[in-house]
């Protein structure tokens, strides 16, 4: 499946930021579990939500109560809403999807998005 990941930009310390991740491609989306993971400057990958494809949410303990991920199968979409943007938020965000059920770790992902950048300021 191919991924296009959109929405990231500028915000301000406590604003809010909606990314979106569209597929493309002939695929079977809602069998996908779908997550977002961000890379700050020379810093690794890290999980950030994910949702699989029966609509459970998994979340990194960071962005708990302030990040949500939703998916939208009709429009092969998934969606990451922030909000209460911290300035350790900064990073370029990557859409993945992989079978089932998502995992924290990168490299069970078959297929990536090209990521889009959001930068928080204080």
């Known amino acids: 499946v191919q991924l296009q990941a959109s929405g990231g930009g500028l915000a301000q310390a406590g604003d809010s930021l909606r990314l979106s991740c569209a597929a493309s491609?002939?695929?079977?989306?809602?069998?996908?579990?779908l997550a977002w993971f961000r890379q700050a400057p020379g810093k690794e990958r890290d999980f950030v939500a994910g949702?699989?494809?029966?609509?459970?949410?998994y979340n990194a303990d960071s962005v708990k109560g302030r990040f949500t991920i939703s998916r939208d199968n009709a429009k092969k979409t998934v969606y990451l809403q922030m909000n209460r943007l911290k300035d350790e938020d900064t990073a370029v965000y990557f859409c993945?999807?992989?079978?089932?059920?998502?995992?924290?770790?990168?490299?069970?992902?078959?297929?990536w998005g090209q990521g889009t950048l959001v930068t928080v300021s204080s």
């Open positions: 993945a999807a992989k079978t089932l059920t998502p995992v924290t770790t990168p490299r069970y992902y078959s297929d």
């Open positions: 491609g002939r695929t079977s989306f809602s069998s996908y579990g």
């Open positions: 949702i699989s494809s029966y609509g459970s949410v």
